[in-house]
């Protein structure tokens, strides 16, 4: 079935920093949604991809739909303490149903 | 705020009860979504609707689960004859699709069995 990897598992960086963090699937998606998710709340939304080589950005976070359609990448830049939280990428590939399969998450710790 | 609403917010519950949980979609949205998260984890898909009718389960899913979607609006969850293993954060997404899907979620119930 669907599966998705996400790497860094965590990371600690200083606050002013750029981050990376990249997903990647053993298919072929159609869509990436990437989130980020804080203790105690549900994922909220920071960018949607349905293209391959499509490159979004929302402020200061840049992610792109990878050309083989079988990664996806999110860069943060210049990250500042509440940047803090778990980050998941989630993807849909139209053959097992109308579902979207989440990775296991980038933990990031900012430190100041 | 007319985002994804989830009731109650947390539930703590013995062994064996019966649990039902509710969400509110966003109003104009038609697709609705279960998830169960675990600590440590990201969430797992576990049922969806589109308007009234349920589409799909997981194949994960057990006969304790089962949910609901009348007239297309809110949904519950129940989860029967509870156990143990059930603890976990449940989140509802509602989505609207046009131009390609996006999934908004609401805070989640956390579930507690003791």
């Known amino acids: 079935g669907q599966q998705l990897n996400q790497s860094p598992q965590s990371m600690f960086i200083q606050e002013g920093e750029d981050v990376s963090m990249n997903c990647t699937s053993s298919?072929?998606?159609?869509?990436w949604l990437w989130y980020k998710q804080e203790p105690g709340e549900g994922p909220v939304l920071l960018i949607a991809?349905?293209?391959?080589?499509e490159l979004t950005s929302n402020g200061r976070l840049t992610a792109q739909f990878g050309i083989t359609r079988k990664d996806s990448f999110l860069n943060i830049s210049a990250s500042i303490p509440s940047d803090v939280g778990i980050y998941f990428c989630a993807g849909d590939d139209d053959n097992y149903g109308q579902n979207f399969v989440f990775g296991p998450g980038t933990r990031l710790s900012v430190l100041p | 705020d007319t985002g994804v609403s989830q009731n109650p917010r947390h539930k703590i519950t013995k062994r064996g009860q019966n649990v039902t949980f509710r969400c509110d979609p966003i109003?104009?949205?038609?697709?609705l979504y279960w998830y169960r998260q675990t600590l440590g984890q990201g969430p797992e898909f576990l049922t969806y609707?589109?308007?009234?009718?349920?589409?799909?389960k997981s194949r994960l899913l057990s006969d304790r689960f089962s949910a609901e979607r009348p007239k297309g609006s809110f949904s519950t969850l129940e989860i029967q004859r509870t156990e143990q293993g059930d603890s976990a954060m449940y989140l509802c997404?509602?989505?609207?699709?046009?131009?390609?899907?996006?999934?908004?979620f609401g805070s989640g119930t956390q579930l507690s069995v003791l």
């Open positions: 298919s072929i998606f159609n869509t």
């Open positions: 997404a509602s989505s609207f699709v046009q131009g390609g899907e996006k999934l908004f």
């Open positions: 991809l349905y293209k391959a080589g």
């Open positions: 109003s104009e949205h038609n697709r």
């Open positions: 609707f589109q308007n009234e009718a349920q589409l799909e």
